[in-house]
């Protein structure tokens, strides 16, 4: 029993470490407005949909306008001719309802650029890029003058909500962004495989890991202390 609690906590440990590693190297969204020198280009499809939206542009984004929401939420993003040859990490737009990356020497978009991204709703490529997810992500797929417009995100898992063959008994499928879904327990399960039923005992979990935690930041100290001294 105290083994396998031992090895919750390592499991624990990394999982948390991994979080924040990965976010401290994802995009704000300041940042990826900053993706490509000079502001949307007018006239775009971005510019236009800005307007359409009563948006504001900032840089290469259009930042919703809308005083009950997020003053800093983007709706739109305008890279589309920034000479980009890969687009990797999109994470500060991950309510954005439009992008444009076409016009692009594109060779590569890593699979999981648009996980999450539950309101993209408009997708503009070179024609030569495939759509997010593949076609059946998508309600419209068209290619023309160069490029290729991938319109209204599908669900994933069919309903929100409904029970899916594709996740474990006692779970809901989710859309998690185009050609994503994820499994969450349904009420009263948890654990792997939502296979636990009952309350999530957090003090069993988190007590535990918060007391290595402390224990191994008590022992960096004292070695880094140690070599201070050293020195």
């Known amino acids: 029993m105290k083994a396998s609690l031992a090895w919750t906590e390592i499991v624990a440990l990394i999982i948390i470490l991994k979080v924040c590693f990965n976010a401290s190297h994802q995009l704000t969204g300041l940042q990826v407005c900053s993706l490509c020198a000079g502001i949307v280009r007018n006239n775009s499809e971005v510019d236009r949909f800005c307007s359409s939206s009563a948006g504001r542009i900032d840089r290469r984004c259009c930042l919703s306008n809308d005083n009950s929401s997020d003053p800093e939420r983007i709706i739109g993003l ?28 594109i060779v590569n978009i890593s699979e999981k650029v648009f996980l999450g991204f539950l309101d993209l709703n408009y997708v503009f490529l070179p024609e030569d890029i495939g759509c997010p997810g593949g076609n059946v992500s998508w309600q419209q797929v068209t290619v023309e003058k160069g490029r290729r417009f991938c319109k209204g995100q599908t669900n994933m898992c069919n309903q929100t909500g409904q029970m899916s063959m594709s996740c474990p008994e006692n779970s809901l499928c989710c859309p998690d962004g185009p050609g994503f879904f994820q499994c969450k327990c349904s009420e009263s399960y948890h654990g792997y495989k939502c296979l636990r039923q009952g309350d999530f005992p957090p003090l ?25 001294k050293s020195l």
Do not use: Y
């Open 78 to 105: 305008d890279l589309s001719n920034c000479s980009l040859t890969k687009v990797e990490d999109l994470s500060g737009a991950s309510e954005v309802l439009m992008v444009d990356l076409s016009l692009n020497p």
């Open 204 to 228: 069993k979990v988190f007590g535990p890991l918060a007391g290595s935690t402390v224990l191994i930041s008590f022992l960096l100290w004292v070695t880094q202390r140690r070599k201070a």
